[in-house]
């Protein structure tokens, strides 16, 4: 019998690894993937996100990649893929952050990975429920001084006022008393730059800085101002001796790496208490000013625990959160409709969903904006409906099932109760101190963005008089 050739042998070996490739391709998910390379669909993708993966869901299904600017996304949207997000040991939460912490912050991978856990077990328990209580009186004061800055009455938009309050009152509380400029040229540079720092942020983790030069201005900016005024925050101490967060945050940094880093992580630090609370006050202000019924009943809330409603500086305790149940509820339900738009992970081992294998190096992402939008976890899940949250053992810091504004897991959002405190007091006391009204609609919200809570487009108008 003739041998069989080598070209025929070569031929039948290409053949078969050919259709096994064929077959595991086959177990993937449906991948778009757009016909440039590295780019993939990264431009169709980046005009609007959130849109852009609803319409991938309804068209392939509860499981599919999108392959945008190198990355390979796959995105989970129903119970088995969220279950795998949520307790898979082979998804790693570090690893799928380390790049975006690298290019917006100028942190190196390595010193991220060291550091990550220790500073995370440090951020929470200084923002945890029991120590919550620290940060009370403080933020009644900062917020009493910034709403003085609005005088009588006036009109502005929404945000602007929210940002003017929030911006001082968040970092004086968690970095340092009377680190946020004074003076009206340095407050409106550190608006400036900090809106265009956060604007940007998502473009920034992916893309090269030169091709963002406004955003690299304002990320040089708060580097360079950090380097400057990292002595002070340091030297700066408080009547109890204990430290601020940023200067624990500092601490475990150079004692584990070096002074080097800091800035980084005072911009990073910065970022992440600002970007999300911010924006959620804003909302839960608006979403109350628009339903009449509900502004009613808070008023009555506020009346009944403070007396009628008026200038004074009153002070807001715990005991006082509690009986205002509705106020929790309102910005429960803000955060719920108005969740960020992905967390994600990096798949480290090849993970099966739904009968597809993910393949090591992709990353998963889950939508809370949208897993916040399934009628079959939240009942008209369009409406802002407060009273939905009475289900939730908010005694026992539970939220209701398939919450997952703060993320999930081991890394959940630290600063989630801190966060939930702010935009209480803040609501509390803007609507006790002033007579309020939208002269605008709730605006739509930008669809700009991916990462973190939306922001809304386009202005929305308050007028606001002072209660006698
Ligand atoms: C309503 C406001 C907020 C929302 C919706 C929010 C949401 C989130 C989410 C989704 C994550 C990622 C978690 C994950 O992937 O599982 C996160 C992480 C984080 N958040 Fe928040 N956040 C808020 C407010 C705050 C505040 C006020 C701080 C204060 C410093 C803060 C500090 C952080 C930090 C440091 C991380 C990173 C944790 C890590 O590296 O492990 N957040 N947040």
Redesign the pocket.
């Known amino acids: 019998m003739e041998l069989i050739s080598p070209t025929v042998i070569i031929i039948l070996g290409c053949l078969a690894l050919f259709l096994l490739l064929q077959r595991k391709n086959l177990r993937r998910p449906p991948c778009i993937r757009g016909r440039i390379p590295w780019i993939g669909v990264g431009f169709e993708f980046g005009k609007a996100p959130l849109e852009f993966i609803e319409k991938a869901r309804i068209k392939y299904g509860p499981i599919f990649t999108v392959f945008a600017m190198g990355n390979r996304m796959t995105f989970v949207t129903e119970e088995e893929g969220i279950n795998v997000f949520l307790k898979s040991k082979k998804i790693d ?2 690893l ?2 380390q790049n975006i912490v690298y290019h917006t912050a100028s942190i190196p991978k390595n010193v991220f990975l060291a550091l ?1 856990e220790k ?2 077990i440090m ?1 929470k328990g200084k ?1 945890g429920t029991v120590n919550l209580h620290q940060f009370t009186g403080q933020l009644t004061e900062e917020l009493h001084e910034q709403l003085e800055n609005l005088g009588t009455h006036g009109t502005m938009d929404l945000n602007n006022l929210v940002r003017h309050l929030l911006y001082p009152v ?1 970092v004086n509380t ?1 970095f340092n008393k009377s680190w946020f400029p004074t003076n009206k040229k340095k407050i409106k540079e550190f608006h400036q730059y900090f809106r265009a720092y956060d604007e940007d942020f998502e473009y920034g983790s992916q893309l090269p800085e030169c091709l963002l030069r406004n955003w690299s201005k304002s990320k040089k900016w708060f580097l360079e101002l950090f380097e400057k005024n990292i002595p002070d925050i340091k030297a700066c101490k408080s009547a109890d001796n204990s430290m601020t ?1 940023l200067q624990a945050t500092l601490d475990v940094v150079e004692t584990e790496t070096s002074k080097e880093n800091s800035p980084n992580y005072g911009l ?2 910065l970022w ?6 911010v924006p ?1 006050a804003f909302w839960t202000l608006a979403y109350v000013l628009s339903h009449p019924d509900i502004h009613k009943a808070i008023m009555e809330g506020i009346s009944s625990v403070f007396g009628k409603a008026g200038k004074d500086k009153i002070k807001v305790s715990e005991d006082d959160l509690e009986k205002l149940l509705l106020i929790k509820w309102c910005v429960l339900e803000t ?1 719920r409709l108005k ?2 738009g992905v ?3 990096k798949v480290v081992k090849p993970v099966e969903i739904l009968n597809y294998i993910i393949p090591s190096g992709d990353l998963l992402m889950l939508s ?1 904006f949208w897993l916040h939008r399934n009628p079959k976890y939240f009942p008209e899940p369009e409406l802002f409906k407060p009273e939905r949250w009475k289900k939730a053992n908010l005694e026992k810091h539970s939220f209701l099932d398939c919450f ?6 081991k ?6 109760w ?3 405190l ?2 209480q007091m803040c609501v509390i006391l803007i609507l006790y101190k002033y007579d309020c009204s939208l002269l605008d609609p709730l605006p739509k919200q930008s669809s700009l963005h991916l990462v ?2 939306p922001q809304p487009e386009g202005q929305c108008r308050i007028e606001y008089k002072q209660r006698i």
Not at 404 to 409: D, E, I, K, V, Y
Not at 411 to 416: I, L, T
């Open positions: 939460f570090e799928a952050v990550h500073l995370y951020l923002m968040t968690l967060l990073l630090l992440a208490s600002l970007s999300n609370a959620i955060i969740a960020p967390i994600t992970r809370p997952m504004a703060f993320g999930s897991g890394f959940q959002c630290p600063g989630r801190f966060a939930l702010e935009v973190g809570v």
